[in-house]
T-cell receptor, first 113, second 113 residues
Framework: GENVEQHPSTLSVQEGDSAVIKCTYS??????FPWYKQELGKGPQLIID?????GEKKDQRIAVTLNKTAKHFSLHITETQPEDSAVYFC????????????FGPGTSLSVIP | DAGVTQSPTHLIKTRGQHVTLRCSPI?????VSWYQQVLGQGPQFIFQ???????GRGNFPDRFSARQFPNYSSELNVNALLLGDSALYLC????????????FGSGTRLTVV
């Protein structure tokens, strides 16, 4: 089955700086890569996703890049704000049906005012 | 529109007992997936149901079972509770059985003592 690794496990940045979280996956047939944000006491919330037919996708301050050859994808947050502080999870679909996702271990992001 | 609703939000059970967790998906969503999230880890896939049929099962013992009702709501049952079952149980709904478009509820925090 799919194996998703995520780095770093914790990340602290100054407000206004950029944050980058990287994930690798093992199944070259995976074709959908979502990112979730989880705030304390809440369930994960989908913030952006990318499919394998594109290399980059942006949504305001958030972007995701995908390198299918190297089997890794990254989340980029620019101009970080204190409300970006949360745990972020990457995920990838799992064989054989690819209709469920396997989550990475998570990155705890702290944005320091 | 209401999001994914889960009940109860918290509960405490004793080892050996049985528990039933409930989930109501977003109106119009036909797929429900259950995930277990142990503190400090990413969510782990337990079950997926689509149109009342089990579509996938994760690496969990037979003590875990689930079902989906005609109105697409779902129950997760866990028998013979162990201390290690203490976790946040998350329900996610999606319009179809595909991995894209997951919306998570806020979860049920289960503590086994």
């Amino acid at each position: 089955g799919e194996n998703v690794e995520q780095h770093p496990s914790t990340l602290s940045v100054q407000e206004g700086d950029s944050a980058v979280i990287k994930c690798t996956y093992s199944d070259s047939a995976s074709n959908y890569f979502p990112w979730y944000k989880q705030e304390l006491g809440k369930g994960p919330q989908l913030i952006i996703d990318i499919r394998s037919n594109v290399g980059e996708k942006k949504d305001q301050r958030i972007a995701v890049t995908l390198n299918k050859t190297a089997k890794h994808f990254s989340l980029h947050i620019t101009e970080t704000q204190p409300e970006d502080s949360a745990v972020y999870f990457c995920a990838a679909p799992d064989a054989p049906s690819y209709d469920k996702v396997i989550f990475g271990p998570g990155t705890s992001l702290s944005v320091i005012p | 529109d209401a999001g994914v609703t889960q009940s109860p939000t918290h509960l405490i059970k004793t080892r050996g007992q049985h528990v039933t967790l409930r989930c109501s998906p977003i109106s119009g969503h036909k797929s429900v997936s259950w995930y277990q999230q142990v503190l400090g880890q990413g969510p782990q896939f337990i079950f997926q149901y689509y149109e009342k049929e089990e579509r996938g099962r994760g690496n969990f013992p037979d003590r875990f079972s689930a079902r989906q009702f005609p109105n697409y709501s779902s129950e997760l049952n866990v028998n013979a509770l162990l201390l290690g079952d203490s976790a946040l149980y998350l329900c996610a709904s999606s319009p179809t059985g595909s991995a894209g478009g997951y919306t998570f509820g806020s979860g049920t925090r289960l503590t086994v003592v």
